[in-house]
């Protein structure tokens, strides 16, 4: 039987969609980031890699991805040449570490740019360097 961690309450206690979607979520993270370190910190599912990569969170209305929200500023027009233009656009930022992608209804064919989200976050982090 497997133990059940802080991130995987936060998970069954949400309701069935949204349980759903954060889940679909926590295995892209998992997938694109094997070696990450799954934590709870400011009561939000978080990954850390020698530091914070990502969290997410189910909020009143919608839920959201945090992310380095410079990161997301600085490239949202290079990456909306390819061809991420839509999905990025549902990515609202705020000061510091903060990209939310407050999304209602997650769609599934938002995986790829998430995916490539993380990723970017990843390689800033870990090389001190623009995209």
């Not at 094997?34 to 709870?40: I, L, N, Q, S």
Request: with cysteine; charged share 30%; glycine share 4%.
């Amino acid at each position: 039987m497997q133990e059940i961690n802080e991130v995987d309450a936060y998970i069954q206690a949400l309701p069935p969609d949204r349980s759903a979607a954060l889940t679909a979520l926590r295995n892209l993270v998992r997938e694109t980031l094997p070696e990450a370190r799954e934590t709870m910190r400011y009561r939000m599912p978080t990954y850390e890699l020698d530091e914070v990569v990502c969290s997410f969170a189910s909020q009143k209305h919608y839920m959201s991805l945090y992310l380095d929200s410079g990161l997301v500023e600085e490239n949202r027009k290079q990456w909306g040449k390819t061809g991420r233009r839509q999905e990025l656009c549902t990515f609202q930022t705020s000061g510091g570490f903060t990209a939310a992608g407050r999304v209602p209804n997650p769609r599934p064919d938002h995986r790829e740019t998430v995916k490539f989200l993380i990723e970017a976050c990843f390689r800033r982090r870990h090389t001190d360097t623009s995209l």
